[in-house]
């Protein structure tokens, strides 16, 4: 095969480079039918056609047009339940005692309108009771935060099912105890002081 001239610089490059050695310019393919001195035709193919993705049969379709009332009836037989077939049950209705338990991990229904002393409460009454025998300020501050927190949420409305009464009451158990508790370290020093004083 004979050496391509490049048409920019006229030098001379083997038959399979792509670039002039001499000035970096981009060569014409060679072919070997056509001339050196004309740059061959190269053919452009045209780019693959797109195929637009199937339409979703869940998707109404822009130009369909709307089915004719009652076109989607259902089968004879099937609706309404016949009777004596299971209905939903009313809404607040609670199961009779002794029916069904429910299931592991589920919570037996609540009666509307019955409110449950909330856990942050219990604790808090926990705490507030072991301040009165031997913890002192060590429990009742943190039973106060604790019940203070069960009642910000209530008042929120964050927990309409929790009972305000017993949060109100873990929180004032808890105040009481710290004062006592405090009253109580107050006196033990005053009177130690004062033995140490007088004797």
């Not at 740059?39 to 822009?62: C, D, K």
Request: charged residues 10%; aromatic residues 10%; glycine residues 12%.
């Amino acid at each position: 095969m004979s050496d391509v001239r490049c048409p920019r610089c006229g030098g001379t490059c083997p038959p399979d480079a792509v670039f002039c050695g001499a000035c970096g310019s981009p060569l014409p393919a060679h072919q070997p039918n056509a001339s050196a001195e004309s740059p061959a035709a190269i053919e452009v193919q045209p780019p693959a056609a797109i195929q637009a993705p199937p339409p979703n049969p869940y998707q109404p379709q822009p130009n369909a047009a709307s089915p004719p009332p009652g076109a989607y009836e259902p089968p004879p037989g099937s609706y309404p339940p016949p009777p004596g077939a299971y209905a939903p049950p009313p809404s607040g209705y609670a199961p009779p005692p002794g029916g069904n338990p429910p299931p592991p991990g589920a919570y037996p229904p609540l009666v509307p309108g019955a409110k449950v002393v909330g856990d942050l409460t219990k604790w808090a009454i926990g705490l507030g009771i072991a301040s009165f025998f031997c913890c002192g300020p060590f429990s009742a501050i943190p039973g106060i935060f604790l019940a203070k927190k069960d009642m910000d949420e209530i008042a929120a409305g964050r927990a309409p099912n929790r009972d305000e009464g017993w949060a109100k009451g873990a929180f004032y158990l808890n105040i009481v105890a710290l004062c006592l508790s405090v009253l109580g370290i107050c006196l033990f020093w005053g009177f130690a002081g004062m033995r140490h004083f007088w004797d």
